[in-house]
Nanobody, 112 residues
């Protein structure tokens, strides 16, 4: 089965930026970035089709940009103007997600 490896998280001050990467073990179709804050459910942040059509959650519109490099089987999430409420573990998966494909995620912490 396909495997996803997320990277790029870290600690950043409010207003800062991070770029997350998701490396897939094989070619994929529509991919999504998801996040889960402590005590909350995992939510969709953005998704992108193989042809680069995108959709964003209202909470990140205008601040986050999802992109992909199909030659590298990699999906990216550029996060700008980060807010403390963006603090979460970020995951990538197919869209819609497949339960067996969740990886370890990457922690993003935004300090105020």
């Amino acid at each position: 089965q396909v495997q996803f490896v997320e990277s790029g998280g870290g600690l950043v001050q409010a207003g800062g930026s991070l770029i997350l990467s998701c490396a897939a073990s094989e070619s994929t179709s529509t991919m999504g970035w998801y996040r889960q804050a402590p005590g909350k459910q995992r939510d969709l942040v953005a998704h992108i089709t193989r042809g680069a059509n995108t959709l964003y959650a209202d909470s990140v519109k205008g601040r986050f940009t999802i992109s992909r490099d199909n030659t590298k089987n990699t999906v990216y999430l550029q996060m700008n103007s980060l807010k403390p409420e963006d603090t979460a573990v970020y995951y990538c998966n197919r869209f819609p997600p497949v339960s067996n494909y969740w990886g370890q995620g990457t922690q993003v912490t935004v300090s105020s």
